[in-house]
């Protein structure tokens, strides 16, 4: 065991050390280490939970990718069709990193019940249709069967539902504009879901049944559809994967992705990156401020012992090693204090959602969490170095003492 490690370690089970002046200001400084991490470990889970649940609400109801005819470019309603016999489907082959391509169709009514009445957005969907999007949203009934014959099975969100007075089982009556001429087209459907995405955006527009009864609303043949929409395996190549797919439809299919449609949401998303930054930056600075003057007072207060050291031939730098020793045990404690009550935390939060927030600002009802242990270990490690490193200025004091004045210092 090397000198100086040994050193530091009587140093830091030392009883006059631990009832010394610099006690108090030492537990202040394992403090400020143990709340930091927390702050940055919490900061980084929710920041990057809230951006991906919300990315993940946005592209359960759209797709990530979507391909559709110039006409219906910024609607959400499907105007003119186009074929389904595209080269890109069911299987998108000529751009890699796509997991699914599904045929959506879109038409815009009215459910009127004896009470109420609201606009809503009819989406068709069909057998190739990954329902494993809306599962998570869930909260009553199934999701409607669409791999079989046309059916009147609808999946409704809890908002509409409130809103109209409706329930599970109940049947309902929606109004169609025929688009050729005067009049209008009913039809009626059965309630077998309920969903609650908690994006008011989607959840007080959006019901989900068989893309045929918009196809024989707007007397569409069965090859002719609304839309395409495509999903990528990773959400962070999304503009790349975009201009791909741009690049392998036709000239008169357009694609857009879902950053670009709601660019919005995207946009605030980003908001989160910078302020994660910034307490990144406040919380490892408080920390390092900490650290130097707990480091400056151990420094001061073991002038003698240094004396000491120096006279017996002890260079500096391994002097200053010794205290360095010492304040990397007491990061230590403050990280390992600080990652198990901010893990802690952390999971308390995923699986009892104690912390609620309002949906028509955060687009979730509770605060979600990414608990990514990669993230856990590199803020550690980055902390650590960081403070070792600002702490190299201060320990450099300790050149400056003279072994013959320190050793007279009483």
């Not at 959506?104 to 069909?126: L, P």
């Not at 392998?248 to 980003?270: G, P, R």
């Not at 990156?273 to 007072?297: C, E, G, K, R, Y």
Request: aromatic residues 10%; hydrophobic residues 45%.
């Amino acid at each position: 065991m090397k000198l100086e490690y040994f050193i530091a370690k009587r140093l830091i089970t030392a009883k006059d050390h631990k009832s010394s002046i610099s006690a108090p200001i030492i537990k202040i400084a394992i403090t400020a280490i143990a709340l930091g991490i927390i702050m940055m470990i919490v900061s980084i889970a929710t920041g990057v939970g809230l951006q991906q649940k919300i990315r993940q609400k946005v592209s359960a109801f759209n797709g990530q990718i979507i391909i559709s005819g110039y006409n219906d470019n910024n609607s959400d309603v499907s105007t003119d069709p186009i074929s389904i016999r595209q080269n890109f489907y069911p299987k998108f082959k000529n751009v890699d990193g796509i997991r699914h391509v599904q045929a959506v169709a879109s038409k815009a009514g009215m459910i009127r019940t004896e009470t109420a009445f609201e606009g809503i957005i009819f989406k068709g969907v069909g057998k190739d249709y990954d329902a494993t999007n809306l599962e998570e949203y869930l909260t009553e009934g199934r999701l409607p069967n669409f791999k079989s014959n046309l059916n009147e099975e609808t999946l409704i969100s809890q908002y509409l539902c409130n809103r109209l007075g409706l329930r599970l089982g109940d049947r309902f009556v929606t109004y169609f504009m025929k688009e050729d001429s005067e009049g209008y087209n009913l039809r009626n459907f059965e309630i077998v879901g309920i969903y609650n995405s908690g994006l008011q955006e989607f959840d007080a527009n959006y019901i989900i049944g068989d893309i045929r009864h918009v196809q024989r609303i707007n007397k569409w043949s069965p090859d002719e559809i609304g839309s395409f929409e495509v999903f990528v395996d990773d959400f962070t190549q999304i503009e790349s994967k975009g201009q791909q797919v741009y690049e392998e439809t036709s000239s008169s299919l357009d694609s857009q992705t879902i950053v670009e449609k709601y660019y919005y949401i995207f946009e605030w998303l980003k908001l989160f990156d910078f302020n994660i930054i910034i307490i990144l930056i406040v919380m490892i600075a408080v920390s390092t401020i900490n650290m130097v003057v707990a480091l400056l007072v151990l420094i001061l207060e073991r002038t003698q012992m240094i004396g000491i050291l120096k006279s017996l031939g002890t260079n500096n730098w391994s002097v200053r090693k010794i205290f360095l020793y010492n304040a990397a045990y007491l990061i230590g404690r403050g990280l390992l204090w600080g990652n198990g009550i901010g893990i802690g935390l952390l999971l308390l939060q995923k699986y009892f959602g104690i912390i609620k927030l309002n949906p028509e600002s955060y687009y979730v009802n509770v605060a979600p969490v990414d608990i990514n242990l990669l993230y856990i270990l590199l803020l550690n490690i980055g902390t650590v170095a960081i403070c070792l490193l600002v702490l190299l200025i201060p320990s450099y004091i300790i050149t400056k003492i003279s072994p013959s004045k320190s050793i007279r210092f009483e």
